[in-house]
């Protein structure tokens, strides 16, 4: 067969664009893109930065259900630190500045997280 080589050319064009909503929807999940703001105060999170990028959603259900459904009010990190399971006084007091960190990199990612009609925002990041 004659111009193989073009035909398997266009295959192959055509099966990358074909599938590119979906890598570049994988390649968007990778949100250290996004300039926000950290903690100028502190250099560590409870736990190492790589988890917690991936796994904060997680965390915080976790977080949740031992408040409410165990009462227990203590989480111990990895490295053995204790902290109080707390949204507001716990993350949020670190990333006082809920506009420039959580809400900067959800809405980069399309993520609107429903916590905020019962939890309160902090309004300035100071
Ligand atoms: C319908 C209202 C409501 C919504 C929506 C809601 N929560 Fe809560 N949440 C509560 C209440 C009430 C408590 C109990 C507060 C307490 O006893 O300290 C609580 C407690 C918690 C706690 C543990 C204690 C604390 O003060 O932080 C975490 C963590 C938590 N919620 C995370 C979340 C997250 C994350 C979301 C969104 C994905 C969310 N919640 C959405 C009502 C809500
Ligand atoms: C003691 C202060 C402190 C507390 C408490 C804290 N953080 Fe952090 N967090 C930081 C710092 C500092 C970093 C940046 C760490 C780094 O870059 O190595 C960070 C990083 C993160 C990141 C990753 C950001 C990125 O670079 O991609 C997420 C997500 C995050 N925190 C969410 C949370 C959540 C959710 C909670 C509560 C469960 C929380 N943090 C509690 C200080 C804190
Ligand atoms: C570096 C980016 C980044 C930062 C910073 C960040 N988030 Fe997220 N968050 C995400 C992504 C991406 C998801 C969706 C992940 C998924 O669905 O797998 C998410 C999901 C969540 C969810 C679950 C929402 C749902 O509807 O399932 C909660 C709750 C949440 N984030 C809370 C926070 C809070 C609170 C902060 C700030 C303290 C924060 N996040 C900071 C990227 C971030």
Redesign the pocket.
């Given at each position: 067969m004659y111009n193989a080589k073009a035909v398997i050319t266009g295959i192959v064009i055509f099966v990358v664009l074909f599938s590119s909503p979906f890598w570049v929807g994988y390649l968007g999940q990778n949100y250290t893109k996004t300039d926000i703001v950290l903690p100028k105060d502190e250099k560590n999170c409870i736990e190492d930065v790589e988890f917690m990028r991936a796994q904060h959603?997680r965390l915080?259900?976790e977080?949740?259900d031992?408040?409410?459904r165990k009462e227990n009010?203590v989480y111990v990190s990895k490295d053995g630190k204790k902290w109080a399971?707390?949204?507001?006084?716990?993350c949020l007091k670190c990333h006082n500045n809920y506009k420039e960190f959580c809400e900067k990199c959800h809405v980069a990612n399309s993520v609107y997280?429903?916590?905020w009609?019962?939890?309160i925002i902090p309004t300035e990041g100071k």
């Open positions: 959603m915080l259900n977080w949740r031992e408040a409410l009010r399971i707390s949204l507001q006084n716990t997280p429903y916590c009609t019962c939890h």
